[in-house]
């Protein structure tokens, strides 16, 4: 499998690069949306050359099969993703991943555009050509008021903490990562402009949108979970659990 790999100057910011590919099928950011150390790298991929999904009861070894096909045999690269399996689980355990052939690299500390690809030379020169134009710079639309919803009101949320101190007075547990679910009515508002409002008002060092076609993921966190390089693992938990 071979690599090819292209470099350019960057002349814009990761999402206004990532505005020329938002509409094509399965597009994702990893956005450093401030950077730092831990944030040098943004990426960007879109079109993926096969798709997999499921649920992990039923479907782990496909997963584990789909993942060693997909290894791109790279050492010593610069940056961790010239190509691979971009995705999510989620608590239900469901999963979709697919196999980004093609990946655009924005380096913010070099100043710098890596366009890697292990699939054909016609898809790298047509990113080329992309990046080539001068970016389109435009202002984010003012988002309507929005109406939110909770699955807990303030006494059921007080009422759910409180029972969590009593837990741990009895010894149960020694510490509880208590959450609520937050929803919005998003209908006729692009995700992507909601992505653009949140990086804006939350800068984050491990932001992220992706969509499977029908879902899309917003994500601000300053938290790497994880990092593997070769067989060192980096955990990096902030809550402490």
Known sequence: MDLLHRTLPLKAG???????????????LLDSGIQTPAGRFSFIGFSPSSIIEGHLLR??????????????PVKDFFHPLPAGMVGYIRYDRRFFFGFYDTIICIDHAAGTIHVTSTGSPQRLREILRVLDKPPVMRSLPVLPPLELTSNFDKDGYAAIVRRALEHIRAGDIYQINLSREIRVSCAGIDPRTVYGALRRISPS?????????????????????????????????????
């Open 59 to 72: 479907d782990l070894e496909r997963l584990r099969a789909a993942f060693d096909k997909h290894k791109v």
């Open 205 to 241: 060092d491990h932001s992220a949108y992706f969509t499977d076609g029908k879902n899309h993921i917003l994500s601000s966190s300053p938290e790497q979970f994880v990092a593997v390089n070769g067989r060192r693992v980096h955990v990096k938990p902030m809550k402490g659990t």
């Open 14 to 28: 990761a999402f206004e690069i990532f505005a020329a590919f938002k509409d094509r099928p399965h597009a994702f």
